[in-house]
């Protein structure tokens, strides 16, 4: 514009009207951005948790005091193009089996085994087992082998710690099924609820804390030996915990739930004998189906 106007010796009004550029748009001075603090500590925090989405991160610039509208995180983060990349699955159309009305900690713990590898090539079983109403992740135990004794030692460990649930939730698996664990089962009055073959999901709540360990945990480090594989185990429990925001329970930790709702030291099932609810009476309302699932209540 500047060329024309010095070349062939016209106005600026002139210039723009023969280049058909509005005056407005050629004068225009772009703004600062504003932005520039939040941006920057936006991709800081996406590098350190790459597989957090924007509503997660937002949760965690809230906690470290930037107050922002989540539209403005999602912007910034569309544009510094930090989505998370996700494989679509085709789903199958079928009716979801009821789930038991869960209204108390210890009410139902559920476990299952996830495998990974060393360097070596060497596999590594990993034992974990969560709290189904706080979503706490109470154990991740990993070893080259893992029977059915090594399971009730880390049940019987987290009884000590957290009191006995009142039912233990897992697959069929050799490890869950055998004479040892009926026993154990018995001896301690703990129902044992084996869900159907081939149906992971109606074991689901251990089934998502798979894809959150697999996703942010495992796929993210390479491990060199076992006592690697622990204390990164360890590390990520004590996050998911404390750290990471669970979007089921709007957002807070599962420690911070268990704080609001009253459980802050669970040791037992004698301690609560008033039944409690989500926030608002929100709870979770379900039933057990016992024609789609096998209860093996013992004692």
């Known amino acids: 514009m500047a060329f024309v106007s010095v070349e062939f010796r016209l106005s600026e009004r002139t210039a723009c009207k023969l280049l058909g550029v509005e005056r407005s748009s050629y004068r225009y001075e772009p703004r600062p951005d504003r932005n520039i603090e939040l941006r920057e500590a936006l991709v800081k925090l996406a590098r350190q948790k790459p597989r957090y989405g924007y509503r997660r991160l937002h949760v965690l610039l809230q906690r470290r005091g930037h107050e922002v509208n989540v539209k403005r995180v999602y912007r910034l983060y569309s544009e510094e193009r930090l989505a998370v990349r996700r494989r679509k699955r085709k789903h199958l159309v079928r009716d979801r089996a009821l789930a038991p009305r869960l209204i108390r900690p210890n009410q ?66 050799p490890e869950f099924t055998s004479r040892r664990m009926l026993g154990w089962a018995e001896d301690w009055k703990v129902g044992l609820v084996h869900i159907q073959p081939g149906r992971p999901m109606q074991n689901g709540h251990v089934e998502s804390l798979h894809g959150r360990l697999r996703d942010e945990c495992l796929n993210a480090h390479w491990f060199r030996t076992l006592n690697d594989v622990r204390s ?18 709007d957002y807070r930790t599962p420690e911070e739930f268990r704080q609001r709702t009253g459980y802050a030291d669970v040791e037992s099932t004698e301690r609560f004998p008033h039944l409690h609810s989500l926030d ?4 979770v309302i379900s039933k057990l189906n016992q024609n789609r699932e096998t209860l093996v209540i013992n004692g």
């Open 232 to 249: 990164t185990l360890a590390s990520w429990r004590q996050e998911y915990n404390c750290e990471r925001p669970h979007s089921s329970l």
């Open 108 to 173: 139902e713990w559920a476990m299952d085994f996830i495998v990974d590898g060393l360097a070596t090539g060497r596999m590594v079983r990993i034992l974990s087992v969560v709290d189904a109403y706080t979503r706490e992740c109470l154990a991740l135990e990993a070893d080259t082998s893992l029977g059915s004794g090594r399971v009730t030692r880390v049940l019987e460990r987290l009884i000590e710690e957290r009191g006995r649930p009142e039912n233990v939730r897992s697959d069929n698996g």
């Open 280 to 283: 608002g009476g929100c709870e």
